[in-house]
T-cell receptor, first 115, second 112 residues
Framework: AQKVTQAQTEISVVEKEDVTLDCVYE???????LFWYKQPPSGELVFLIR??????QNEISGRYSWNFQKSTSSFNFTITASQVVDSAVYFC????????????FGQGTELSVKP | DAGITQSPRHKVTETGTPVTLRCHQT?????MYWYRQDPGHGLRLIHY???????DKGEVSDGYSVSRSKTEDFLLTLESATSSQTSVYFC???????????FGSGTRLTVV
């Protein structure tokens, strides 16, 4: 099966706390691509990161960081020193190489950052 | 210029009526997709296109049809709308599939 699981439906934190959003994926393909998207309350989908299966290096972009571990099929997303503007729904997604470029989404995690 | 636009942005329609949603791109990308977003399900693929007149079904294609007669336009049609098709519909484009998608702003469809 090709699947993405985001077990955390909702997370609530207080501003300046660190928060990690979990993502576990399943695919038969050895080549695949992983993504994170942000959906703020305004509703648009904003691309955050793309990672291919051959690159396990962790990535940091400002307060955002991503931990890709093939051994556990996980691609977790951490926000350091969260801010109210980080409140959004976050989607993890997968494109297996042999699926014609079709993006498979997790169910999403709704993050609420309170002042 | 957004590169991808969806119309209409909001629509309310009655059960049993046909509805067509339009996705228009100015990026000349080969791949176009229609997704629906529902609480608890994330986004699910309805149909996609890998070229003019080349389309295929996604995970939740029942009750939907699509057409792509030119590169820039991808139409999603609900032949006879049902209440279960009340949802937010997103169109997306991709240059090479694996490069990631750019999404439109979404169409909120309510079937009453």
């Amino acid at each position: 099966a090709q699947k993405v699981t985001q077990a955390q439906t909702e997370i609530s934190v207080v501003e300046k706390e660190d928060v990690t959003l979990d993502c576990v994926y399943e695919t038969r393909d050895t080549t695949y691509y992983l993504f994170w998207y942000k959906q703020p309350p305004s509703g648009e989908l904003v691309f955050l990161i793309r990672r291919n299966s051959f690159d396990e290096q962790n990535e940091i972009s400002g307060r955002y960081s991503w931990n890709f571990q093939k051994s556990t099929s996980s691609f977790n997303f951490t926000i350091t020193a969260s801010q109210v503007v980080d409140s959004a729904v976050y989607f993890c997604a997968l494109i297996p190489y042999n699926q014609g470029g079709k993006l498979i989404f997790g169910q999403g995690t709704e993050l609420s950052v309170k002042p | 210029d957004a590169g991808i636009t969806q119309s209409p942005r909001h629509k309310v329609t009655e059960t049993g009526t046909p509805v067509t949603l339009r996705c228009h791109q100015t990026e000349n990308h080969r791949y176009m997709y229609w997704y629906r977003q529902d609480p608890g399900h994330g986004l699910r693929l309805i149909h996609y296109s890998y070229g003019v007149k080349d389309t295929d079904k996604g995970e939740v294609s029942d009750g939907y049809s699509v057409s792509r007669s030119k590169t820039e336009d991808f139409l999603l049609t609900l032949e006879s709308a049902t209440s279960s098709q009340t949802s937010v519909y997103f169109c997306a484009i991709s240059e090479a599939g694996f490069s990631g998608y750019t999404f439109g702003s979404g169409t909120r469809l309510t079937v009453v």
